[in-house]
């Protein structure tokens, strides 16, 4: 089987970790495996397959022999090096929200939209985590009938913005714990234990935040289709890992909920935990580290005539990000495109 050389950008960060890890568990074929990060990092001691690999600075020289990066350290470095990258040989797989809207750059989710990846000049890009795991779920109903509108609010974990976020939800929580009334907030305006702050990314000029325009905008790309409705307003709540979503959707023709079931059970991606009687429904802390994106509490909304009400949780770093972004390199493998 061939092998491929590797290079993981951002890869002492949350979703990098996540990424090793996914290749790792996944036997991706690789070569080689090429860990980047900021100078800060670089010559801490990684593993990879029990391998210890030393971490380098990233630099605009970093990609010489690289078949595959997969980057995840933020928009303005995959502004700043994809093209390097994309000028040695290798293919940007890219997990900013830098170039997702791009026309030439095929925006992906391999259950949804296998077939765009060929269409890429070296860069390929990973829709943002609140998008994928939604996508997975509504694209088997959408294939019954046509969503004409999707309302959407999210309930999403700190790991989402990265490490420092992690840590500071932890650092506060502790100082809660331990009676303390006033808590440093750095990473976010508000302290985010024990609260709920409707902000993700920042405010644009609409008055939505871009992570809503990020939903609307990628749902409709991802879909291939530009005339959806799309409502979004996306919350951060104090879990660490896994994103969970309210979705409502409008249908052109009636999908039951007996129905709505039957598609999903039998659809790639997606197990439907949906036993009320049993309390069992999907949850943040069930989903943390699993590949799939889980789906409950599906019901007819009786307040419209073709409306149906689901509940998605999906681990954020994995679906939403390293899981997703390493099953678009297995898409170009399986295709010979790479
Ligand atoms: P994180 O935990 O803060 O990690 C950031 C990573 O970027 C670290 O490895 C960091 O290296 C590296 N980095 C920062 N500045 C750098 C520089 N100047 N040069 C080289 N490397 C640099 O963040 P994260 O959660 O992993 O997220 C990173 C990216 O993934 C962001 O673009 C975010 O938008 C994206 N993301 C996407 C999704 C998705 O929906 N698909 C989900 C989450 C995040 P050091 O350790 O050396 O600082
Ligand atoms: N600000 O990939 O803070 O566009 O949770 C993903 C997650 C941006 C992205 C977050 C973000 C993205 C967050």
Known sequence: MKEYNVAIVGATGAVGEEMRRVLEQRKFPVKKLKLLASARS??????????????????????????????????????????????????VIDNSSAFRMDKEVPLVVPEVNPDDVGAH??????????????????????NRSRIKRIVVSTYQAVSGTGKNAIEELLTQSKKVLSGENKVKADVYPHQIA???????????????????MKMVNETRKIMGDSEIGISATCVRVPILISHAEAVNIETEK????????????????????????????????????????????????????????????????????????????????ERKLL
């Open 42 to 91: 670089a010559g801490r001691r990684l593993t990879f397959k029990r391998m210890g690999v030393t971490v380098e600075e990233l630099a605009e020289d970093s990609f010489k022999g690289i078949d595959i990066a997969l980057f995840s350290a933020g928009g303005a470095i995959s502004k700043k090096f994809a093209s390097h990258a994309v000028k040695a040989g290798a293919i």
């Open 121 to 142: 000049n070296g860069i390929i890009a990973n829709p943002n985590c609140s998008t994928i795991q939604m996508v997975v779920v509504l694209k088997p109903l959408y």
């Open 194 to 212: 024990f609260n709920v702050l409707p902000h993700i990314d920042i405010f644009l000029k609409n008055d939505y935040t871009k992570e809503e």
């Open 254 to 333: 009636k999908i039951t909920s007996a129905e709505a079931k039957k598609i999903l059970k039998n659809a790639p991606g997606i197990e439907v935990i949906d036993e009320p009687e049993k309390y069992a429904y999907p949850t943040p802390i069930f989903a943390a580290g699993k590949d799939a994106c889980y789906v409950g509490r599906i019901r007819e909304d009786e307040s419209i005539k073709n409306g149906l009400n689901l509940w998605i949780v999906s681990d954020n770093l994995r679906k939403g990000a390293a899981l997703n972004a390493v099953q678009i390199a297995e898409v170009l493998i």
